[in-house]
């Protein structure tokens, strides 16, 4: 079923929501738009701390429940819209789809919170509004947010629950050149790392999801380490018996809107809920999860390789640029150049690599200046200005 959701994805994307920042207006005629569809109930559960509301959107009639939340980091919304797309999904008139929704509604009860950290969205902010990072908040709950989000799924003690995320765009695939599009993670319940019950039901649907997503994405998969974290709600709902499946959205080259990822989001979750329906991830076992390689960071956006550092052009290193992104206003993003480091850089990959060998030194580089503008010159002639890559963003 994982292809027939990413085949079909256009004909139940959200059209409304086409980057990953959006204003509250727009979220609210969301809401209101799936208050008035028969299929999903809307409740409004709780509040974040400046009181913004915070909805539970409900499917289906089933005795399996499960659990989905998103954006208990403001940053990270692209599981945000992949959820609004499969609320399209759940809403379509498509009769190729009243098959697989009536599996759905009548094996499972999903229930998902959508928008958890609404303060921290408004901000573009991992952190709530009081600047705790609610992933490191499950023991003392000390965000209300938190206190939601526990009390929540105690009250419904689902057989699985999805941790949605989005992770830094330069991870990479294990010590490699190939970016990390999407990471999985079946959370460890306790220090010795155990494959209890709940987290090998995890593991086998990880499995299922790796399989799957690596036909569309090969060398783009990777998972993260699972030493545990008491204070992570991960291992804090696995440790609960949940299920707990980490699902986290990297980067994807100059997609920085992450709408490919966003499509891989949907049919990932689709192709999940449907399995736990039908009872299919049971066959699997762990073995393709478990042999992913590790998230690590070893990428830079640009590495500049030999290039000169000063006017006589005899001292020459490498130089790694990153982009940096910061809210601009209530609805976008803009975005930077950093110089992250000079030096030996070898140990190092990048998605874009340029030979500065024989440039000219033309300015002066300083280790963590924000830059709009680079240019190097051979024999007068530009060969090569940033903001050609700029260009690429926009």
Not at 162 to 174: C, E, K, M
Not at 218 to 237: I, L
Not at 255 to 266: C, T, V
Not at 304 to 317: F, H, S, V, Y
Request: hydrophobic share 40%.
């Amino acid at each position: 079923m994982f292809h027939f959701f990413f085949d079909n994805y256009l004909t139940y994307k959200e059209a409304r929501i086409q980057k990953r920042r959006f204003d509250e207006n727009t979220w609210q005629e969301l809401v209101q738009a799936w208050s008035n569809s028969p299929l999903l109930h809307v409740e409004q559960i709780g509040e974040t701390f400046e009181k913004r509301a915070i909805h539970e959107i409900t499917f289906g009639q089933g005795p399996i429940q499960v659990i989905a939340w998103s954006q208990m980091h403001g940053d990270e919304a692209t599981a945000t819209m992949a959820l609004c797309d499969i609320f399209n999904f759940i809403n379509s008139n498509n009769p190729s789809f009243s098959e697989i929704r009536e599996i759905l509604h009548q094996n499972l009860t999903i229930h998902f919170i959508p928008y958890l950290n609404g303060d921290g969205a408004a901000r573009w902010t991992r952190e709530t509004a009081l600047g705790i990072d609610m992933n490191r908040d499950a023991q003392n709950r000390y965000s209300p947010e938190a206190q939601l989000l526990s009390d929540w799924a105690d009250r419904i003690k689902p057989t699985f629950a999805f941790n949605l995320h989005d992770q830094n765009r330069l991870y990479s695939v294990g010590n490699s050149a190939h970016q990390t599009h999407i990471a999985f993670l079946a959370t460890a319940a306790d220090e010795a790392g155990t494959w209890t019950e709940s987290r090998l039901r995890a593991g086998k649907l990880a499995n299922r999801l790796t399989r799957f997503t690596q036909e569309i994405i090969p060398n783009k998969v990777a998972k993260w380490t699972d030493e545990f974290n008491a204070r992570a709600f991960g291992d804090t709902f696995q440790q609960r018996g949940y299920g707990l499946l980490l699902l986290e959205s990297g980067g994807a080259g100059w997609d920085l809107e992450k709408q490919s990822l966003r499509q891989l989001n949907a049919a990932i979750l689709l192709d999940a809920f449907y399995s736990v329906a039908t009872g299919n991830y049971q066959q699997e076992r762990t073995d393709i999860y478990e042999a992913l390689e590790t998230n690590e960071r070893q990428i830079f956006d640009i590495k500049l390789i030999q290039a000169p550092l000063e006017p006589t052009g005899k001292i020459r290193a490498d130089i790694g640029i990153n982009l940096k992104e910061t809210a601009s206003d209530k609805t976008n993003i803009q975005y930077s150049w950093s110089i992250e480091e000079i030096g030996n850089l070898a140990y190092m990959h990048e998605l874009n690599t340029v030979d500065a060998s024989q440039f000219d030194y033309n300015q002066t580089i300083n280790l963590g200046e924000e830059i709009s503008d680079l240019i190097f010159k051979k024999g007068g002639e530009t060969t090569f200005d940033l903001r050609t890559f700029t260009a690429k963003i926009k």
